[in-house]
């Protein structure tokens, strides 16, 4: 599958990594291209490196992954996605605050809304990136929560999240967000304000 990286930091690029070594064609997209040319010749296995619009026009998939205050700018940035699949991971998160956006809307939904014709799932946010190197707990795979409102569009998630060892759990219509994100908030609150640290991941457990 051809999948473009739009955010090459460590979500974007350990995910485009683990892609690139499952045997997908991986184009890290970047404000920098010079930087992710060589971070492209580091991960091999074909991988390239290059513009955000290039990397947005390549990928039949595309895994948005920057910060939130970056999101709209980078969202323009990509172009026409059209048709795409558009996995975005972004979290917004205010210690004191709480979620950026509040409860009524989600930060999915609003990546939707500037990208209308692309085909949005949330996803990882509340995987850590050092889950992605380990997703294995004793036995028992870390949790991939995801959802999104085209249910092709979700398979592919699941498909990219279980080959790398996560355990997909589909969440509903993308509205759903509202509450994943939430998610993430108390996976990063657990982590680092409660000090348990990022060793730790999330479990949907069922019998
Ligand atoms: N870290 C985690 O464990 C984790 C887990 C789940 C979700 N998330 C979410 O995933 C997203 C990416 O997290 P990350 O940890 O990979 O972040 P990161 O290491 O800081 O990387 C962010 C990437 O965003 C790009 N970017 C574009 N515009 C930017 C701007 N104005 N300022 C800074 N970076 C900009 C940068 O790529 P270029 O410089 O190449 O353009 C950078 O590599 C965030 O929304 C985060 O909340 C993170």
Same mark, same amino acid.
């Given at each position: #599958? =051809?999948?473009? #990286?739009?955010?090459?930091?460590?979500? %974007?690029?350990?995910?485009?990594?683990?892609?690139?070594?499952?045997?997908?064609?991986? /184009? +890290?997209?970047?404000?920098?291209? *010079?930087?992710?040319?060589?971070?492209?010749?580091?991960?091999?296995?074909?991988?390239? %490196?290059?513009?955000?619009?290039?990397?947005?026009? @390549?990928?039949?998939?595309?895994?948005?992954?920057?910060?939130?205050?970056?999101?709209?700018?980078? $969202?323009?940035?990509? %172009?026409?996605?059209?048709?795409? $699949?558009? !996995?975005?991971?972004?979290?917004?998160?205010? #210690?004191?605050?709480?979620?950026?956006?509040? /409860?009524?809307?989600?930060?999915?939904?609003?990546? &939707?809304?500037?990208?209308?014709?692309?085909?949005?799932?949330? &996803? +990882?946010?509340?995987?850590?990136?050092?889950?992605?190197?380990?997703?294995? +707990?004793?036995?028992?795979?870390?949790?991939?929560? @995801?959802?999104?409102?085209? &249910? &092709?569009? =979700?398979?592919?998630?699941?498909?990219?999240?279980?080959? !790398?060892?996560?355990?997909?759990?589909?969440?509903?219509?993308?509205?759903?967000?509202?509450?994943?994100?939430?998610?993430? +908030?108390?996976?990063? @609150?657990?982590?680092?304000?409660?000090?348990?640290?990022? *060793?730790?991941?999330?479990?949907?457990?069922?019998?």
């Amino acid at each position: #599958m =051809k999948i473009g #990286m739009i955010g090459t930091g460590k979500m %974007g690029g350990t995910l485009g990594k683990l892609w690139a070594e499952k045997g997908h064609q991986v /184009f +890290f997209g970047s404000r920098q291209p *010079q930087k992710v040319q060589e971070l492209a010749a580091q991960v091999g296995h074909g991988a390239q %490196g290059g513009s955000v619009a290039q990397a947005a026009a @390549y990928g039949e998939v595309l895994l948005l992954g920057v910060p939130w205050k970056a999101a709209q700018e980078t $969202v323009q940035s990509m %172009g026409n996605v059209d048709g795409k $699949v558009l !996995i975005e991971i972004v979290n917004g998160v205010d #210690m004191q605050k709480g979620p950026a956006l509040g /409860f009524t809307t989600s930060i999915a939904e609003q990546i &939707a809304a500037w990208a209308p014709g692309a085909r949005v799932v949330n &996803a +990882f946010n509340s995987v850590h990136w050092e889950t992605l190197l380990e997703p294995d +707990f004793d036995g028992q795979s870390a949790t991939l929560f @995801y959802c999104g409102d085209d &249910a &092709a569009a =979700k398979t592919i998630t699941a498909q990219l999240g279980a080959e !790398i060892g996560l355990d997909p759990v589909d969440c509903g219509p993308l509205w759903m967000a509202r509450q994943l994100e939430p998610v993430g +908030f108390l996976w990063i @609150y657990l982590a680092y304000v409660a000090g348990q640290g990022p *060793q730790t991941a999330l479990k949907w457990l069922k019998r």
